[in-house]
């Protein structure tokens, strides 16, 4: 699995810019990289309150290669945070990586065929935190994630809609999911809705996607994406990722951002904390952030 992330960063990164050398090809380039940072510090303070420490980074990189009607898109998007709470140790807060191809060759003005390529991980394990029964006052942890454990990878393809700069619609009757957990005690625990023992599993379905790149005004930037799949031996559960990020520029150097992401996953089952047994629910997380940001680089050849 690491040779396939190593070869998708490849293509991401190098794949286009290789092949660049016509004249007639059109090529795009934008990156960034942003680091956020927060801290509170209290003494004797009557309010009470603890001592905290966050810090985060996000870098994001695009490449689009045009040449006629054809486009080949490849980005990567990475975000890694933690915080320190009090006399608590480090603890990871936001954990991501994307990567993302995608060849189209246009039909008309709107619409196109598309073939796409989306791989996710995270890059460090992520542990769950619950009272220690034996020592009142401390904490133990269970690692539930790891680095491919879950990894998720999907194939699709079929058409896009494309009216416009804001709006795409891509929908995808051939589509594969693949899903991976390569931590050995999560894969005998079946985590993630692999058998127990496996360390893979596939599903062919139908995959629709619709993202939403909003300009809503000169320094703030509004972006949703929504993706629908459903195995086609399972028809009709649909397995649900909403991702939003609003965007705010304050100047040349510093922007605030502010990201959502709903998943809901018919095959995950998740322990909700009431008591009972994991069960189906709906996962949900935001990400506020406010620091530096750093283009990488941003020209058109």
Known sequence: MKKLLLSLSFICLTGLTAMAQSDSVVVKKSGSWGVNFANVGLSNWAAGGENS???GTVFNTKIE?????DKWVNQIDFALGGAKVGDKDFRKTDDNIILLSKYSHAINEDWSYAISGIFRTQLLEGLKYSPNPNVPGEEVSERISN???PGYL???LGIEYDPSEVFTLSMSPAAGKFTFVQDDVLSAAGAYGVDPGKKSRAEFGSNLLAVLDLPIMEN???KSTLNFFTAYDSFGNVDTNWETLLVMKVNKWFNATFGTQLIYDDDILIDTGDGGAPK???QFKHVLNFGVNFSLFSTED
């Open 220 to 222: 703030i930037k509004f």
């Open 154 to 156: 999907t194939i699709n």
């Open 53 to 55: 420490i966050a810090l």
């Open 147 to 149: 680095f491919m454990a």
């Open 280 to 282: 189906r629910a709906i």
């Open 65 to 69: 290669r045009i040449k006629g009607e």
